[in-house]
């Protein structure tokens, strides 16, 4: 696992890739699939106006619905970034609520994967500013929508 918080011009981004060695385990897929579902729940859900307390739930929600119920409690699920790797990290009591052209990087987690992008809230969709095109992908859907988020890259 590969993770970066990169910094420019004062402005910071935050990326998780997943490289592995040999045969991936069919497991290690699956896992991969929950995650980017989680991660595609709180991607879609991060729009202008919404409270980041019903985002960080839904997640929350999305993490029973794949599988692994208590897996959020493992790690922090991400938040608001921009001037910091975290301007405020989302919890279950946060009062905040998204901003137009908003920084976040949400990066649930299952035990051995990781799913995390940074992201810019725009008014009519969002955009994924580390995405790499070249990078594999795997391909969720969430409420009726296909969302490709980072695969993992295999060496050897």
């Known amino acids: ?27 290690l897929m699956d896992k991969l699939r929950a995650v980017a579902k989680v991660d595609a729940s709180f991607i879609t859900n991060t729009r202008p106006g919404k409270k980041v307390v019903d985002i960080f739930q839904e997640g929350i929600r999305t993490y029973g619905e ?5 897996e ?18 989302a919890t279950s009591k946060i009062n905040e609520v998204v901003q137009p052209n908003q920084a976040f990087a949400w990066n649930p987690s299952i035990k051995g994967v990781k799913s995390e992008d940074t992201i810019i809230v725009n008014e009519t969709e969002n955009e994924i500013i580390t995405d790499d095109p070249e990078w594999p992908k795997v391909e969720v859907e969430y ?8 695969g ?3 060496e050897g």
């Open 1 to 27: 696992m590969v993770v970066t918080c990169a910094e420019r011009y004062g402005l910071i981004v935050n990326l998780s890739r997943l490289v592995h060695f040999g045969e991936i385990a069919e497991e």
């Open 66 to 70: 794949v599988g692994y119920p208590g």
């Open 72 to 89: 959020w409690k493992l790690h922090h699920q991400g938040g608001a970034t921009g001037y910091e790797a975290r301007d405020y990290i």
């Open 143 to 150: 409420n009726g929508e296909k969302i490709s988020r980072p």
């Open 152 to 154: 993992i890259l295999v």
